[in-house]
């Protein structure tokens, strides 16, 4: 089992940065790929990054590649989301999420089996 809980969102101005971080506990952290995903009023939940177990993998949504960075600190049982030159566009709730026993990436919202809460990304044009 993995818990996770979100925090560093906020407000930004466009072409600003936010840096989200996602506190897990649970004995499996460091065997999990981990993913962030988000989701905006009105639209469907998109992914935006994934990240292997180990840290070596990583991948991103086209629409922020370039721009948000994923990286995750097993010592400390924690995953980040570093993003840069905010768009209005990447306004959403984002989510962490685990995928349990599994340390490969996926870019699919349905192979993550443990989510936190949520943080609230607003970015001002």
């Known amino acids: 089992q993995v818990q996770m809980v979100e925090s560093g969102g906020g407000f930004a101005q466009a072409g600003g940065s936010l840096r989200l971080s996602c506190a897990a506990s649970?004995?499996?952290?460091?065997?999990?790929?981990m993913g962030w995903v988000r989701q905006a009023p009105g639209k469907e939940r998109e992914f935006v990054s994934t990240i292997s177990g180990s840290g070596d993998v990583t991948g991103y949504a086209g629409s922020v590649k370039g721009r948000f960075t994923i990286s995750r600190d097993n010592a400390k049982n924690t995953l980040y989301l570093q993003m840069n030159n905010l768009k209005p566009e990447d306004a959403a709730v984002y989510y962490c999420?685990?995928?349990?026993?599994?340390?490969?990436?996926?870019?699919?919202?349905?192979?993550?089996?443990?989510w936190g809460q949520g943080t609230q990304v607003t970015v001002s044009s």
């Open positions: 999420a685990a995928r349990g026993g599994y340390s490969t990436t996926s870019s699919y919202s349905w192979d993550y089996a443990y």
């Open positions: 649970g004995r499996t952290f460091s065997g999990s790929a």
